[in-house]
């Protein structure tokens, strides 16, 4: 599969989530978009002015990257396809995803570990007298997070660069959960 083969396929297989995908048209999509999200970054970021922030006030060392974000959320569901069907492709099971809830699941702790102790210090920054420990215990779950976050990374980029595995036709869907593969539909689980 060429590079426009593996463009046309992505935007054809908009939301498929079955079969598998090989190495180089997940690739060449994974390429595609990165170039055409660095361009639009590039455009936003020329055109773009500040942008207002969560509170309402303007904040100019924020930009408002409106088609960088309008292009992201329109390939997130191809990728997503293509990242869940190159998985399949080289042999791994779906729930090797769940993996993505470490970082995610670190930082959360973080950030609710560093909360109340924000809230409750605001009054004493000005003083002086601040009590830093729960930041720098928030601070860790951030950093563990980050380097959890570069691991998996790092894991799924080996495990989507494996070789093809041949599967079996009627096995290729059966680690999607039950409302993708119905009961009785030939890829399901469920045995009656």
Same mark, same amino acid.
């Given at each position: 599969?060429?590079?426009?083969?593996?463009?046309? *396929?992505? #935007?054809?297989? +908009?939301v498929?989530?079955?079969?598998?995908?090989s190495?180089?048209?997940? %690739?060449?999509w @994974?390429? !595609?978009?990165?170039?055409?999200?660095t361009?639009?970054?590039?455009?936003?970021?020329?055109i773009?002015?500040?942008?207002? *922030?969560? #509170?309402?006030? +303007?904040?100019?060392?924020?930009?408002?990257n409106?088609?960088g974000?309008? %292009?992201?959320? @329109?390939? !997130?569901?191809?990728?997503?396809?293509?990242?869940?069907?190159?998985?399949?492709?080289?042999?791994?099971?779906?729930?090797?995803?769940w993996?993505?809830?470490?970082?995610?699941?670190?930082?959360?702790?973080?950030?609710?570990?560093?909360?109340?102790? @924000?809230?409750s210090?605001?009054?004493?920054?000005?003083?002086?007298?601040?009590?830093?420990?729960?930041?720098?215990?928030?601070?860790l779950?951030?950093?563990?997070?980050?380097?959890?976050a570069?691991?998996?990374?790092?894991?799924?980029?080996?495990?989507?660069?494996?070789?093809?595995?041949?599967?079996?036709?009627?096995?290729?869907?059966a680690?999607?959960?039950?409302?993708?593969?119905?009961?009785?539909?030939?890829?399901?689980?469920?045995?009656y």
């Open positions: 599969m060429n590079f426009t083969q593996a463009i046309k *396929s992505g #935007f054809k297989n +908009y498929n989530f079955r079969g598998v995908a190495r180089p048209e997940y %690739w060449y @994974a390429l !595609f978009t990165v170039i055409v999200s361009i639009l970054n590039a455009v936003d970021n020329a773009g002015g500040p942008a207002r *922030s969560a #509170f309402g006030a +303007y904040n100019p060392n924020t930009q408002f409106l088609f974000d309008i %292009w992201n959320l @329109a390939t !997130f569901l191809p990728s997503l396809g293509l990242f869940v069907r190159r998985m399949r492709d080289a042999g791994y099971s779906l729930k090797r995803l993996l993505y809830a470490v970082p995610v699941g670190l930082g959360a702790i973080g950030l609710i570990a560093a909360a109340p102790a @924000a809230i210090q605001m009054a004493n920054f000005e003083s002086g007298n601040v009590d830093w420990a729960p930041f720098v215990v928030a601070g779950f951030l950093l563990l997070s980050g380097i959890a570069i691991v998996v990374g790092i894991l799924f980029i080996v495990w989507l660069a494996q070789p093809s595995k041949a599967q079996p036709a009627t096995h290729q869907n680690d999607l959960p039950s409302f993708i593969n119905p009961p009785g539909h030939p890829d399901s689980n469920t045995q």
